[in-house]
């Protein structure tokens, strides 16, 4: 077999060994092609060599574009370390051989027991390549001595400083997680170079250079667990507890139960209690405005039990701690606060609060002077002391302390009595207001201020519009008074007489009764309209109508043919003659007419026809001529009769009878 084929050959059988032996979480499986000679990972591809005298690897673990492996069974391959199962690779079967558990270094072949993150295991010797999550590197004490040692032995345990997780000469960082403190990286090129729920991310090494290192992924927890090293080697950090007031820092480290909790205490703001509460290295350090005040109270109030303000619910009290109890609050005075050696609270520079006085003074510390003080301003309200005040000629003024229980404007003395001027005298806000009273409530009182002269007109109308009333006004309250008059009144109606002052008979009410006296309008006058007006009396009003007349003999008129005429009205007088009569006749026309008017008509005339109307009847007889059988209804005249003086047209009856002779 050439040397070729014996290399491809154990490289298998070796690759063959590793597959049974624990590897790095998530780390890729080394493959090897029998054909070519060579070995590959996924990460990269190292070419066989003999040469194994510089021999390097990266702490990624991925192999150096100069190294070469030997042919001692360690050439080229990844190695994924012994597993539980104690299946050895090509360094031997366990126990003793590369990566077999071990206790210490009597129990390897190798004659090295090495710490690693999956336990103790026995050390493999390496020209440049490892299995996942080993790397390999020289740990001899001067003599070159490459093993495969773990790279992420000291991942995720606490840690300070970048020496803390740096063992074996892996790079490893300090890597800081935050308020939980800082936590050992490990080197990487990518994502896959680290465990799961791992991350290959950017970290700053001690020169400020950017470098890969394995780190938990945010949202998958931001403690670690400890290894069986970190508990053993018993590694610590700080952790910080931060808040408004500062920040609180106290070590966490590994022991036999695991990570400890942070014990940092939550900042707070700094009072007198010889700590030092917000963390900042100084005690009783208080801030500038802590408050400080002396209060005082007065003998009143709940007095239930406190012992601090807010245990006192009624409005106004505080809480007496010298007492104990709650009492109505006088006022705080503020003063600058101190500690004692003690820690206790000193307030110095404050006063002692008091009731307010009218003194130009806030005696009771409530930032406010002589606030309980105050001047009506009218229509500008309660004016405090200070204020500006004063209206009209006392414009200008000031509320000003009188005394040291009242408020006045200091500018009052201006005012005097109201003149019509246009100014306002009496420092009340108005003008002219009261210049021209006259004391009379029933007048309005009324100036002119350019001509400084004063008119009072009557402002009240006390006229009840009732005739039998005497009406007048109280010039004190301005009320009507509308008293009861006896006698003759006028009720307004033109067409009473005698009207006099009375109860009215339904109402009660005296008021003016109307007269039973009544106008005579008559004027005899066909031509007007003769009516009483109530507003203007007796009116005769010209009409423009007909009278009616007739000049015949009044036994005659509308008797026959005769009928009245007219006469027409004008301006109230008749005009002209009678038209349109008709008057009697000296004799009769003989046209069935009554002419002369007398009720008979044609009287002396001839008769020329019969007109007969037959109501129904039947007719039968015999003449000598004709046998007459006849139904007759009524009818006109009917038949004609000749051969005499007259011709006559009959009725039908009479013309029979003219046939019948």
């Given at each position: 077999m050439n040397s070729a084929s014996f290399r491809t050959l154990a490289t298998l059988i070796l690759l063959g060994a590793l597959s049974g032996c624990g590897g790095d979480e998530g780390g890729s499986k080394p493959t090897a092609t029998a054909d070519t000679g060579t070995a590959s990972e996924d990460t990269g591809e190292g070419e066989v060599s003999d040469n194994t005298d510089t021999a390097t690897q990266d702490d990624a673990g991925g192999?150096?574009?100069?190294?070469?492996?030997?042919?001692?069974?360690?050439?080229?391959?990844?190695?994924?370390?012994?597993?539980?199962?104690?299946?050895?690779?090509?360094?031997?079967?366990?126990?003793?051989?590369?990566?077999?558990?071990?206790?210490?270094?009597?129990?390897?072949?190798?004659?090295?027991?090495?710490?690693?993150?999956?336990?103790k295991r026995c050390a493999k010797k390496c020209t440049d390549t490892c299995a996942s999550g080993y790397t390999c590197k020289d740990i001899g004490d001067g003599t070159p001595l490459f093993y495969c040692v773990s790279s992420q032995l000291t991942l995720c345990s606490p840690c300070q400083f970048n020496s803390d997780c740096q063992v074996n000469g892996v790079t490893s960082l300090c890597v800081d997680y935050g308020a939980e403190g800082k936590f050992c990286g490990s080197p990487c090129k990518a994502d896959a170079d680290c465990p799961t729920d791992y991350t290959c991310a950017d970290e700053k090494d001690g020169a400020g250079k950017t470098?890969?290192?394995?780190?938990?992924?945010?949202?998958?927890?931001?403690?670690?667990?400890?290894s069986d090293w970190a508990k053993a080697s018993g590694l610590e950090t700080e952790c910080v507890t931060s808040n408004e007031f500062g920040s609180c820092k106290a070590k966490r480290k590994c022991d036999s139960a695991g990570l400890t909790k942070c014990a940092a205490k939550t900042p707070a703001s700094e009072v007198c209690n010889t700590l030092d509460d917000d963390c900042d290295g100084k005690t009783d350090n208080l801030a500038k405005d802590f408050p400080c005040t002396i209060k005082a109270f007065e003998d009143s109030g709940s007095k239930s039990a406190c012992k601090a303000d807010g245990d006192c619910k009624t409005s106004g009290e505080a809480c007496d701690t010298g007492s104990g109890t709650c009492?109505?609050?006088?006022?705080?005075?503020?003063?600058?606060?101190?500690?004692?050696?003690?820690?206790?609270?000193?307030?110095?520079?404050?006063?002692?609060?008091?009731?307010?006085?009218?003194?130009?003074?806030?005696?009771?510390?409530?930032?406010?002077?002589?606030?309980?003080?105050?001047?009506?301003?009218?229509?500008?309200g309660k004016l405090i002391v200070g204020q500006a005040c004063g209206v009209g000629v006392c414009a200008g003024g000031k509320v000003a302390c009188d005394g040291t229980t009242k408020a006045i404007c200091d500018s009052l003395g201006k005012s005097g009595k109201e003149s019509c001027d246009g100014l306002d005298n009496d420092c009340n806000g108005k003008k002219d207001d009261a210049a021209c009273e006259d004391n009379d409530a029933c007048t309005e009182d009324i100036c002119d201020a350019t001509a400084k002269t004063c008119s009072n007109k009557a402002k009240v109308d006390c006229d009840d519009n009732n005739v039998c009333t005497n009406d007048s006004c109280d010039k004190i309250t301005a009320k009507c008074i509308n008293s009861d008059h006896q006698g003759s009144c006028d009720d307004g109606n033109a067409c009473t007489a005698s009207d006099k002052c009375g109860k009215h008979p339904t109402t009660g009410k005296f008021t003016c009764l109307p007269g039973t006296d009544k106008p005579k309008c008559d004027d005899s006058n066909p031509c007007t309209d003769d009516i009483c007006d109530t507003q203007k009396g007796c009116q005769n009003k010209p009409n423009s109508g007909t009278q009616p007349c007739y000049t015949g003999a009044k036994d005659t008129k509308n008797v026959g043919e005769c009928k009245e005429g007219k006469s027409l009205c004008k301006d109230g007088k008749l005009q002209g003659a009678c038209t349109d009569e008709v008057t009697p006749k000296a004799k009769e026309l003989c046209d069935g007419k009554d002419h002369t008017c007398n009720g008979v008509k044609d009287e002396g005339c001839a008769p020329k026809a019969v007109k007969v109307t037959f109501a129904n009847a039947r007719v039968a007889g015999k003449s000598g001529k004709l046998d007459v059988d006849i139904l007759v209804g009524q009818s006109g005249a009917v038949g004609t009769s000749s051969g005499s003086k007259y011709n006559l047209r009959l009725g039908f009856l009479a013309w029979l009878k003219t046939l019948a002779k």
């Open positions: 192999a150096q574009d100069s190294g070469a492996a030997s042919d001692t069974g360690s050439s080229g391959q990844t190695d994924g370390g012994a597993s539980d199962a104690g299946t050895a690779d090509a360094g031997g079967a366990c126990p003793g051989g590369d990566n077999c558990p071990c206790t210490d270094n009597g129990a390897c072949n190798s004659g090295i027991c090495l710490d690693t993150h999956e336990g470098v890969k290192q394995c780190k938990r992924k945010e949202g998958k927890g931001q403690t670690c667990a400890c009492k109505k609050l006088i006022g705080s005075c503020p003063g600058k606060a101190a500690c004692s050696d003690k820690g206790a609270l000193l307030c110095t520079g404050a006063a002692t609060p008091k009731p307010e006085v009218c003194n130009n003074t806030d005696d009771d510390c409530d930032g406010k002077t002589d606030e309980d003080f105050a001047w009506d301003g009218g229509a500008a």
